[in-house]
Structure formats: C-alpha cells, structure tokens
C-alpha cells in the first residue's frame, strides 16, 4: 500500500510539473521552539525551577517570528519579516537575547543554484553554492492543515552537538547525534518549494519540524494580483557554504569564550542564545 502511494505522488508530481512553473505566490510562516532548560540551583547563581520556567517563556516568545516564501516558477525568496522589537524583558535579573541573520535565501531549483544573505557578528557574507536537493522519505501519512491535505516525508540528518563538562562548564569534544525532520506538503500547490532550506518535494510544505524547532504556514496567495518578484540576495563577500560554516565555528567558539554568561550594565545576567540551548 505504502509502494503504492508512494508511485501516485510521483506520478500525480510528474504531471502537474509543467502546470507548477506557471504557479506563483507567496507563504507566511510562524516560528516555534521547545527547550528543555535545566540547572542546578547550586551550580548557577540560585536559578530555581520557577526562575528557569519564565527565562523558558522568554525563550518561546522571542523565538516566535514570522517569515516570508515568496516563489514564481522555479526561484524563489524566504526571509524574516521585519518587526518593531520591544526591550528584551528581566526576570529576576536575568536577561535573554535573541539574534539571528535576517538576511535573504534564495533558491533556483532548476539550475541549482543557492543564494543567501547572513550575518556573523555585525559582518554580512553571501554565501553562493550549489542547491543540494534533501533525500526525502516519502510516507503514508495524511493530515489536514487549513484546507489543503498534506502528505508527510521525513529525512535524518547528522549534526554535531558540543559536550560540556558539568564540574567546569568548558566545552569538550562535540558528539555526532542524528535527528528526523518532518515535513507536510500539500500537492494541491504543486511547487517543490519550501521555508528556509527545506524543499524538493512534490508539493509545497507547509510545515516543517526537527523536534525541537518547527515551521507552521499560517496563510498562503497564489497567484496574486501584483506580480511576485524574485530579487536575488546581493549583500556581503561572497563565500562559499564550507568557507562559511568554517568561520562561523571559529566565531562561535570566540563568543562562547567573551559572553557566556555576561553581566549586563544594570548588573542582571545576560544569557545568549548558545548559552540557554547548549542545556
């Protein structure tokens, strides 16, 4: 049954090829995150439970952003809307910030072609590499999200996380883990697009979630009136994937070692964002 849901899709994804080239328009997106944040109230300033639970709730809220997937054919643009940010608030002195690169991605499916605008610390770079197309595992799962039925695929992926020791706090060697992406694409928009880097499917998902941090479309136009138009991502040097992911080690070991765990002006902590999810 699964094989043959599976040779459906493929054909229902071959036929409606041609159609998805004329499609366009334009997907917003809603961020989540779950953390698991535990410390000891001995090790870490009197952090109790319920200090630890309201830093969680600030994590969520500044984690909950919306983005944009704009497409047309076979390119298209995801990016974080801009927002009007309030002070991060205190919680019995402790502060936590959110940043993160707000820059554009751009995808071109059929000439496989990535482009996409970052940040490190204040420098941008543009990284421009080939577009890897993800191996999905088409499922039999269906589920309804809004009025489009959706189908799931997953794929597993391998990612280092860094080891710290509980006596010291430093980090030791990272250990390789793999996680499960899941994603939901509807066939009733059939593009092969998708938020952040995540697409290659036969139609266009709607949501997508490693676990721990998920996608959720919350509205979707097609073919609008004003012509969607895909401007190419053009700010910072120009790197490529592996020169960026290499820099961007080396910055990250840089701010583990200056702000983790800083104190602010007014005296508060100030956790950063690797500090809060190293836990």
Not at 73 to 85: F, I
Not at 202 to 215: A, M, N, Q, T
């Amino acid at each position: 049954m699964k094989s043959l849901i599976i040779t459906m899709l493929v054909t229902v994804f071959a036929f409606a090829k041609a159609h998805s080239q004329q499609l366009s328009g334009v997907a917003t997106y809603q961020s989540q995150r779950s953390f698991d944040f535990k410390m000891d109230d001995d090790k870490n300033n009197g952090m109790s439970a319920e200090i630890q639970k309201q830093v969680q709730a600030q994590m969520k809220k500044q984690f909950q952003q919306e983005y944009t997937l704009a497409f047309a054919g076979a390119e298209s643009t995801y990016q974080q809307e801009e927002s009007l940010a309030a002070p991060a608030p205190s919680t019995n002195g402790i502060t936590v910030t959110v940043s993160g690169a707000k820059g554009v991605t751009y995808h071109n499916t059929v000439e496989g072609r990535l482009l996409k605008e970052t940040q490190i610390m204040g420098k941008e770079f543009l990284v421009k590499d080939s577009l890897s197309k993800p191996k999905w595992i088409l499922e039999k799962e269906i589920k309804n999200i809004g009025v489009y039925t959706c189908f799931k695929a997953t794929i597993s992926e391998e990612y280092e996380q860094p080891s710290f020791n509980e006596e010291t706090g430093e980090e030791e060697e990272s250990v390789t883990k793999t996680r499960t992406i899941t994603a939901w694409y509807t066939l009733d928009i059939p593009v092969n697009h998708g938020p952040d880097e995540y697409w290659g499917l036969p139609g266009l998902i709607l949501e997508v979630s490693d676990g721990k941090f998920s996608l959720m479309c919350t509205k979707v136009v097609l073919n609008p009136k004003k012509e969607v138009q895909i401007a190419l991502p053009e700010k910072g040097k120009v790197v490529a994937q592996d020169e960026f992911n290499k820099i961007q080690e080396e910055k990250m070991d840089e701010m583990m070692e200056r702000h983790g765990g800083k104190r602010g002006k007014n005296g508060s902590r100030v956790f950063t964002t690797t500090e809060i999810i190293r836990n």
